[in-house]
């Protein structure tokens, strides 16, 4: 689908996702991106189209650091090594098909009971993440006021920037491998939050329009509930909705995939922005 709408903040707005610019009663809560970044992948999306057309689009391998950081209000809350290996799995199988290769760099485990909270984001944040701004930084917390998770689209960032250390996913704790936020509690909830991270819109966004910037997601007027094999819901542009795909807001077990549009996607932010 084309367009965008999802997730994102930036340089400027970098803390501007912020509660109130988030999207009650939705699984994501990344805010809505910049006029810049629509810029962006609309020119993106033509430069994609001409080299698909022309014969010379290419797939660059991608290789990523990740680091996960549990915190929570209390020790016992705290994720296991074994919890955060299955989620790392999780992002690592459903990436590496791909040309993505995830690599487990390294791992946190803090007691605070305000960052748990998704308090003093910024702060946390400086204290926790690592690497480079070409390095993901997930954390794993208590409560996300109602979301399932956040993230921030790339944008041009400085190191030790604002922009540097906001970057990355919050993720609701129990929404991974055996939480207990069941029907999202199979690690996929990470999945759809990297994919904003890459530079990655809802497939919903903008309904029938031109939707999330991408021309090989077909058309959607919403975002999907469950898995409804056979939604159709922009009858009149071609495909049925894609709810297998990512970046839908599809229960975990239903999520499945990634289009070879939204990787060149993913390839083209990667190079403007984090390589």
């Given at each position: 689908?084309?367009?965008?709408?999802?997730?994102?903040?930036?340089?400027?707005?970098?803390?501007?996702?912020?509660l109130?610019?988030?999207?009650?009663?939705?699984?994501?809560?990344?805010?809505?991106?910049?006029?810049?970044?629509v810029?962006?992948?609309?020119?993106?999306?033509v430069?994609?189209?001409?080299?698909?057309?022309s014969?010379?689009?290419?797939?660059?391998?991608?290789?990523?650091?990740?680091?996960?950081h549990?915190v929570?209000?209390s020790?016992?809350?705290?994720?296991?090594?074994a919890?955060?290996?299955?989620?790392?799995?999780?992002l690592?199988?459903?990436?590496?098909?791909?040309?993505?290769?995830?690599?487990?760099?390294?791992s946190?485990?803090?007691?605070?009971s305000?960052?748990s909270?998704?308090?003093?984001?910024?702060?946390?944040?400086r204290?926790?993440?690592?690497?480079?701004y070409?390095?993901?930084?997930?954390?794993?917390?208590?409560?996300?006021?109602g979301?399932l998770?956040?993230?921030?689209y790339?944008?041009?960032?400085?190191?030790?920037?604002?922009?540097?250390y906001?970057?990355?996913?919050?993720?609701?704790?129990?929404?991974v491998?055996?939480?207990?936020a069941?029907?999202?509690?199979?690690?996929k909830?990470?999945?759809?939050?990297a994919?904003h991270?890459?530079?990655l819109?809802?497939?919903?966004e903008?309904g029938?329009?031109?939707?999330?910037?991408?021309?090989?997601?077909p058309?959607?007027?919403?975002?999907?509930?469950?898995?409804?094999?056979?939604?159709?819901s922009?009858?009149?542009?071609?495909?049925?909705?894609p709810?297998?795909?990512?970046?839908?807001?599809?229960?975990?077990?239903?999520?499945?995939?990634?289009?070879p549009?939204?990787?060149?996607r993913?390839?083209?932010m990667?190079?403007?922005?984090?390589?």
């Amino acid at each position: 689908m084309y367009s965008i709408k999802s997730v994102l903040l930036f340089a400027g707005a970098a803390l501007g996702h912020s509660l109130s610019a988030r999207e009650e009663g939705r699984r994501c809560g990344t805010a809505q991106p910049s006029a810049e970044f629509v810029e962006t992948s609309r020119e993106f999306s033509v430069k994609e189209a001409s080299a698909r057309l022309s014969g010379l689009a290419t797939s660059a391998a991608l290789s990523v650091d990740v680091y996960l950081h549990t915190v929570a209000g209390s020790t016992a809350n705290l994720l296991s090594d074994a919890t955060l290996q299955a989620q790392f799995d999780v992002l690592y199988d459903n990436f590496s098909p791909y040309g993505i290769t995830l690599n487990y760099a390294g791992s946190s485990k803090t007691v605070n009971s305000a960052w748990s909270q998704d308090r003093n984001e910024l702060t946390m944040k400086r204290a926790l993440r690592k690497g480079s701004y070409a390095a993901l930084n997930f954390y794993f917390l208590d409560y996300l006021s109602g979301y399932l998770g956040y993230c921030y689209y790339p944008t041009t960032a400085s190191t030790g920037s604002t922009a540097f250390y906001t970057d990355g996913c919050s993720i609701l704790a129990t929404t991974v491998p055996g939480g207990s936020a069941a029907p999202y509690n199979l690690g996929k909830t990470a999945t759809h939050e990297a994919g904003h991270w890459f530079g990655l819109i809802h497939t919903f966004e903008d309904g029938c329009n031109v939707g999330d910037e991408v021309d090989d997601t077909p058309a959607q007027a919403s975002a999907s509930s469950g898995c409804p094999v056979g939604r159709d819901s922009c009858p009149n542009h071609p495909g049925l909705d894609p709810i297998h795909n990512y970046m839908d807001y599809s229960d975990d077990v239903c999520y499945e995939e990634f289009t070879p549009g939204q990787i060149a996607r993913a390839e083209s932010m990667w190079a403007r922005y984090r390589a």
